[in-house]
C-alpha cells in the first residue's frame, strides 16, 4: 500500500466550495414493502473504501479505486483492485488500476473490465481533479491497459455497456480552467459514447436534466438513470431513460424518495435503487430500497437495508442484489468493507 494524504471530510470541501446540498423530501403517499427476505452478510471486503462503482465481469464483482479510511474520516483516492467470488464468498487482489482514483466508473464490456473517468486526490487543498482516463483490464492477462482518453473530463457518471458501444451520462465537468475543488466543477446532461472496437468517443443524445451521484442499470435495451443529486439543489427523484436505438430520453415515474449517492442494480425484468446520503441537520445516510416495474411504470418498497450506505457499489449477481462498501454516516465518515445481498422473492 502507499501512503495516503491526511484525513479529508468530503462535506468540507463540498460546503467549503459553495455547495449546497439540501435533504431531500420524502413522498406523502405510502408504498407497501414487497415480499421480500432480509439483507444478509457476507465476507467483508479486504479493505474499507467507499465512492466506488463495481462492475461484474467472468462471474466475479470488481471493486478498483475509491476513497480508502484514514481513521474515521476518508483518507486518498486508491488504486487498489479487488474481486469476489460467490461461489467460495472471498475476495482476492486483482493487477492494481494504473494510478489511483477515487469516483471511476467500472465498466465490464465484451469481455474486458474499463474504468473510466473519476477524480485524483493530488493534496489536501486539491481533492477533486477530475480525469479522463480510459484503462481497460485484461482478465486472463491481469493486467490494465490504456486507452484514449476521452473528449472531456468526467466523474460520479452513470455508466453502461449497450450492445457495442459504452455509454457515459451525466455526472460533473468543470466549470472553467480550475480543477482543484468541488467548487471547481458543476453538473451536466452530457452523454458520451466509446466504442472499443474503433477506439472512438462520440457523443449521443444529452440526459433530460443535469445531475451527479445517480445510479442506473439496464433492462430489455433500455438505460434507466435514477436518483442523485445536483451541486447547488440537492437531492433528486428523478427517473430518466434512454432508448439507444432511437437515440432518445424520457422521463419515467420519479423516485418516492430522492436519493443522492445511491446505488441501483437490474435483475430480470426490474430496477432495484437503494442506499444514499443527505447533508443537512447533520447530514445521514438511507436505508431505503426500492424497486421499479417499467410494465407499469410504478415504485415500490423494497426490503431495508441491513446497513444503510451511501457511496456504495450495486450490481446483481446469480439471481441477488449486492450491496458492496460505501460510507455508513454521511460524507466521509465511517468508511464501511461490507458485502452484503438480498434475492427478491
Known amino acids: 500500500m502507499t501512503s495516503q494524504p491526511s484525513p479529508i471530510s468530503r462535506r468540507t470541501f463540498a460546503v467549503a466550495s459553495g455547495a ?29 473504501v467507499q465512492e466506488i462503482y463495481p462492475a461484474v465481469l467472468d462471474g466475479k464483482i470488481h471493486v478498483a479505486g475509491g476513497f480508502l479510511a484514514a481513521g474515521n474520516k ?39 473490465l474499463y474504468a473510466l473517468g473519476g477524480f485524483k486526490v493530488k493534496s489536501a487543498r486539491e481533492v477533486w481533479s477530475m480525469q479522463s482516463q480510459t484503462w481497460v483490464y485484461d482478465p486472463t492477462a ?9 473528449p472531456e473530463r468526467h466523474g460520479e457518471t452513470v455508466c453502461a455497456s449497450i450492445g457495442d458501444l459504452i455509454h457515459v451520462v451525466g455526472g460533473r465537468g468543470l466549470k472553467g ?24 468517443w462520440t457523443n449521443a443524445a444529452p440526459a433530460l436534466s443535469k445531475r451527479n451521484s445517480a445510479a442506473g442499470a439496464l433492462i430489455d435495451g433500455l438505460f434507466y438513470v435514477a436518483g442523485g443529486r445536483t451541486v447547488e439543489g440537492g437531492n433528486v427523484a428523478d427517473l430518466e431513460i434512454y ?15 430522492a436519493q443522492g449517492g445511491l446505488a441501483a442494480a437490474a435483475l430480470g425484468d426490474k430496477l432495484y435503487a437503494f442506499g444514499g446520503e443527505y447533508f443537512n441537520d447533520g447530514g445521514g445516510v438511507y436505508p431505503d430500497s426500492w424497486v421499479y416495474d417499467p410494465a407499469t ?37 465511517a468508511t464501511s468493507d461490507k458485502l452484503e ?5
Not at 420524502?26 to 415480499?35: I, K, N
Not at 483518507?75 to 469516483?103: C, N
Open 20 to 48: 449546497s446540498i439540501l435533504t431531500a423530501m420524502v413522498a406523502t403517499r405510502s408504498f407497501a414493502f414487497e415480499d421480500k427476505p432480509s439483507w444478509e452478510a457476507r465476507t467483508a471486503m479486504l479493505y474499507k
Open 297 to 333: 411504470d410504478q415504485w415500490q418498497a423494497s426490503s431495508p437495508m441491513l446497513t444503510p450506505r451511501h457511496g456504495l457499489g450495486g450490481v446483481a449477481l446469480d439471481g441477488w442484489i449486492y450491496a458492496i462498501g460505501g460510507g455508513e454516516k454521511a460524507s466521509g465518515n
Open 74 to 112: 476518508i483518507g486518498g483516492s486508491t488504486f487498489y483492485h479487488i474481486a469476489y467470488d460467490p461461489v467460495t464468498d472471498t475476495w482476492e487482489g486483482k493487477a492494481s488500476l494504473l494510478s489511483d482514483r477515487h469516483h471511476p466508473n467500472l465498466v465490464a464490456h465484451q469481455g474486458m
Open 243 to 257: 432508448d439507444p436505438q432511437e437515440d432518445k430520453w424520457r422521463s419515467g415515474a420519479p423516485m418516492p424518495q
Open 341 to 345: 445481498r438480498f434475492r427478491p422473492a
Open 142 to 150: 491481469d493486467r490494465w491497459s490504456e486507452g484514449p482518453f476521452a
Open 177 to 200: 480552467t480550475r480543477n482543484k475543488s468541488y467548487g471547481d466543477h458543476d453538473d451536466t446532461d452530457r452523454h458520451l459514447v466509446f466504442d472499443a472496437v474503433t477506439a472512438a
